[in-house]
């Protein structure tokens, strides 16, 4: 240690404090940066390296700062150095991640946790406590589990949480404290020594746990305060040199030894608390509450009963989730029942299923507990219960889906959604508002009264104390102080809102059904009942009355298909999806001329017939249309974009019904681009219809004749030359065709769903084989296997690849899963890789840089590798600019401590070039073509040969490249 504290010392020394926070009152801790506090607790220390070049950037001012701005391993134990490298490939933060610290005079810890953030890795440092809890602790944590399984709802749950964690920590109170839609919080069950004053019942507002503080405890599980009357110890960092920028704050959002806010400080020591030990709930990535401990005195936890409070919390959380769910079913159980009853009389009243919902107006109140309601549907209009009057009854429901668009949604308290309702909490103290997808105009609004509450607070909340300085400071009393709420209804519940839907769902059956009966008996049924255009049998007759009109004037078919309207269905339910093809309907009739036909003919595909229209004007209005969707549409109350694949055909002279396969031909096309364009029907896309109805037919049976095989192509690992793994890409031994290409029938494949029995028959042949040659080298290699969107996103996925894995008898990390960036957009998707990572199956985003390319979703999906697409490889060696763009990509990519993988590499002037850039491996046929199994085999043990920067010793174990792996023209499918 230095002899004297940092800060006493000249200030010409080469470094400054990292800055802190300026403070805070209570009228801006809603804005309070407590992520960057610029300073730690004193019980530990700190050190932050640049995750770059392992450089020391940060120190806490408890260390010698001659460490600052030297090299991890030149200035610290090579133990430190190893765990900092662990944590650059590890998944971000983990409380179990404990190293033994080496114990110097520099740094007397023997215990060390690391973890990276954004391009740093902060090692923090402490000494094990030794208390009554550890030993203790660790032994009884599977009987602590135990309990917690056998709780029956959520209540009993946090009841035995809390006993059970104030013994396992020694702590005076433990709290299970639940946050409810407005951040406010309530004591729900509780456990403390008796001479304390009971906390269970009383509510704290959301200003005591501002928003950016419950932010960060969705990113930091566990918090611990050892002595609230610390001394924080500042962070210090490098002084500023002449022309760089000004020292940034530091995130420690991870970090347990954080320092807190002054603010917090205050709160808690008004309250009496001397140390504090809390716990994120959080169930389905929402924060529901937490676990709080309080100790009078000071109180350190271990870092391993931290790990333990950790493990208990996430059990906790997937408890509350699943106990929350039952719950939720229990009562939907009983309620389902009224549901039953309305369901059988609307059925049975096929001709007026609206008279037959109000025949029982008991019944509609009844399932969702409600005082009164509103139902207004096609030209009838009916209150019925305790309600507002009609008006005010229509000005709620109008506010509210205005507010809310075609979703159901519900509100406790009127004022708090628009101010011109809040004096009608005297007839309606909240409502829940449910959109009949019939009509615009269709709807059913439910009451409830307005319900006076007593709260019982911690303290009063409003009245926070004056300081000398003039600040506003924390409140110094939490006593019990009563409040009386008004202008609120009873809470509505999920619940309520599932069974709305449900009853949406049967009403707008029955009615759909019964128009269809009154269409056909009138002979009206030209019209699709959901969105009210023209049908498809309507089209055919007009197409009929063209071909038999000789003297029929030019016309052009427009064939509309949305692009991942599927997605909507299988995310949103279907509810959403009619609701979103009745907003595409009005899009299209406001986007095109009243003498056009505009008619749905199924499920997601809309057509444009547009008469006395050559060929050059459909195009225009096919970019029209295009350009119409580039407006959002609202879905679930929040703006969604969507776009259109369109396909423009011309009638030929005396075949107009042609004009449609034509059409739907050029619109498969424009899909096949990509979507979100218009294509224009020519001959060549006819023939390429036929074709791929050929390929479809074939490819079931190649998939029961065994006809798909796996290619290898093998993966470099630089500076080596080592060869690490394969990729395996499938090939299609077509026996007419010969090799088919993947371009052919892999998007056929996709659209069929035949993707998913042949990349599992793909998948199980890989594995099988690198099994194989790791027995064969003694090696651990990898294979790597392409994976799409609609793989990925099956409900098995998941299962299909751990069975594949254990079925070849191989660890996860024998495996690597290629995405695309594509994958972005499939939230189930993302789910499901992130469960087959935690097996230990690494992730890879293919072809980047061509596709998203953002580095928003690179922080947030499940990847441990990026594979540089070959367009940036391409022309390395030859123009600066790429290579400064892929050494940028590079750079990006270990910053966020990823795996870099080069596509394409096709000389030893790329070769080399990667491997200046600090490129991890790289591909291409400079290394190796794609070749079949019994080539590859010969590949598993050698090195890439290259002449540049190779030593003596390296040179005598260099083995010569395969002959064949020299570029060689190859057929198009070869190169797929």
């Known amino acids: 240690m230095d002899a004297e504290h940092p800060l006493e010392r000249d200030v010409t020394e080469p470094y400054i404090l990292v800055p802190a926070p300026p403070a805070a009152d209570l009228t801006t801790c809603d804005r309070e940066p407590i992520h960057t506090p610029g300073s730690i607790q004193p019980h530990g220390a700190m050190i932050v390296l640049d995750a770059r070049d392992l450089r020391v950037t940060h120190i806490s001012a408890n260390l010698p700062t001659r460490l600052l701005g030297r090299p991890a391993p030149e200035a610290l134990d090579n133990s430190i150095v190893l765990a900092a490298q662990t944590a650059l490939h590890e998944d971000g933060h983990s409380l179990s991640r404990i190293h033994a610290a080496p114990r110097t005079p520099e740094l007397p810890y023997s215990e060390m946790v690391v973890h990276h953030l954004d391009g740093r890795i902060y090692a923090e440092f402490e000494t094990p406590v030794s208390d009554h809890d550890e030993a203790g602790a660790v032994a009884g944590v599977q009987a602590i589990i135990q309990a917690l399984r056998r709780t029956r709802s959520r209540q009993e749950l946090c009841d035995v949480a809390v006993r059970e964690l104030k013994s396992l920590t020694g702590f005076d109170r433990v709290m299970a404290y639940r946050f409810d839609p407005a951040g406010n919080g309530e004591v729900i069950a509780e456990a403390c ?22 932010q960060l405890y969705l990113r930091q599980r566990v918090r611990t305060i050892a002595d609230v009357g610390y001394t924080p110890v500042p962070i210090l960092t490098e002084a500023i040199r002449p022309g760089h920028a000004e020292v940034a704050a530091l995130d420690m959002s991870l970090c347990h030894l954080r320092g807190l806010s002054p603010l917090h400080i205050e709160y808690l020591q008004n309250m009496g ?23 009078r005195t000071p109180r350190r936890v271990s870092a391993r009963v931290r790990a333990l409070c950790d493990l208990i919390g996430q059990l906790m959380s997937f408890l509350i989730g699943e106990k929350g769910q039952n719950e939720r079913l229990a009562e939907r159980v009983v309620r389902a029942r009224i549901l039953d009853a309305i369901g059988e009389r609307v059925n049975a009243a ?57 979703e159901a949604a519900a509100t406790n308290a009127l004022g708090t959604i628009a101010p011109e309702l809040g004096p009608l909490s005297g007839v309606a103290g909240g409502a829940l508002v449910l959109p009949i997808l019939h009509g615009p105009d269709d709807f059913i609004v439910w009451f409830r009264d307005q319900v006076a509450q007593t709260v019982t607070w911690g303290g009063n909340p409003e009245k926070p104390v004056e300081s000398e300085a003039g600040r506003l400071t924390p409140r110094k009393s939490f006593a019990a102080w009563q409040s009386v709420v008004q202008g609120q209804c ?29 269409t056909k008996l009138a002979g009206l049924r030209h019209y699709d009942a959901l969105t009210g255009l023209p049908n498809r049998r309507l089209l055919e007759e007009r197409l009929a009355a063209r071909r038999a009109d000789k003297d029929a004037s030019p016309a052009t078919m427009i064939f509309l298909d949305l692009d991942r309207f599927k997605t909507v269905n299988d995310s949103l339910g279907h509810a959403a999806g009619d609701d979103l093809l009745v907003q595409v309907a009005n899009r299209l009739v406001e986007s095109v001329a009243s003498h056009h036909l505009v008619a749905r003919i199924g499920g997601d595909e809309f057509v444009v017939l547009c008469e006395n229209a050559p ?31 369109v396909g423009v055909a011309q009638a030929g002279l005396g075949q107009p019904d042609h004009m449609l396969r034509s059409a739907d031909s050029a ?65 299609w031994r077509h026996p007419e065709r010969g090799l088919v290409s993947p371009a052919d029938f892999v998007p056929l494949a996709e659209e069929t769903g035949l993707i998913s029995p042949i990349g599992a028959q793909v998948l199980r042949q890989a594995l099988c084989q690198v099994r194989a040659w790791r027995e064969i080298s003694g090696r651990g290699l990898f294979v790597s296997v392409n994976v799409s969107a609609c793989q990925a996103a099956r409900p098995d996925f998941p299962a299909e690849i751990a069975a594949a894995l254990a079925e070849a008898g191989l660890p996860g990390e024998a495996l690597l899963l290629e995405v695309t960036e594509s994958i972005v957009a499939q939230s189930v998707a993302i789910g499901h890789l992130e469960a087959v ?18 580095l928003a979703y690179l922080q947030t999906l499940p990847v441990d590798e990026l594979k540089i697409d070959k367009m940036f490889v391409s022309q390395l060696g030859r123009d600066t600019r790429s290579s400064t763009v892929t050494q940028a990509l590079i750079q990006l990519a270990h910053a966020l401590s990823l795996t870099v993988i080069a596509e394409g590499v096709e000389d030893e002037r790329q070769w080399a070039e990667l491997r200046s850039l600090g490129c991890d491996a790289a591909q291409g046929y400079w290394i190796s073509r794609p070749v079949p199994v019994a080539q590859a085999l010969a590949l598993c043990g050698w090195r890439v040969r290259s002449d540049e920067g190779e030593d003596e010793a390296a040179q005598v174990s260099v083995k010569r490249r395969l002959p064949h792996s020299e570029p060689t023209p190859v057929s198009a499918a070869e190169m797929a």
């Open 193 to 214: 020594e008796p001479e304390l004053e009971p906390f269970r019942g009383l509510h704290f507002p959301a200003s005591d746990i501002p928003k950016q503080a419950r």
């Open 490 to 518: 009873q809470p509505w519940k999920e619940v309520d809102l599932e069974l709305a839907k449900d009853l949406r769902r049967l009403v707008t059956t029955a009615m759909l059904r019964n128009l269809e009966t009154q």
């Open 273 to 295: 608390v001397g140390a504090t030990l809390a716990i994120s709930l959080i169930p389905d990535d929402a924060l529901w509450g937490m676990l709080i401990c309080h100790h």
């Open 837 to 854: 990572r935690r097996t230990g199956v690494r992730i890879a985003i293919d072809d980047f840089g061509t596709g998203y390319s953002s």
């Open 615 to 645: 060929l050059a004007a459909g195009q225009e209005i096919a970019e029209a249309v295009i350009a119409a969707f580039r407006a959002p549409f609202q879905l679930a109350g929040r703006p969604y974009r969507l776009s259109t694949s």
């Open 667 to 731: 619109m498969y096309a424009a899909k096949r681009e990509g979507g979100n364009r218009a294509v224009t029907f020519d001959s060549s896309l006819h023939e390429a219809a036929l074709q791929k109805l050929e390929i479809e037919q074939d490819l079931h049976q190649a998939l029961e004749r065994g006809e798909f095989e796996a290619h290898y192509q093998p993966l470099a690992a630089l500076p080596s030359g080592e060869i690490v793994g394969f990729e395996a890409l499938l090939r």
């Open 350 to 406: 096929a001709a007026m299923p609206v008279q037959a919902l109000l025949e029982r107006p008991e019944e509609v109140l009844e399932l969702l507990e409600a005082d009164g309601a509103l139902v207004q549907i096609g030209n009838q209009t009916q209150l019925f219960g305790r309600t507002p009057t009609l008006p005010q009854a229509l000005t709620i429901a109008a506010t509210m889906r205005a507010r809310h668009g075609g």
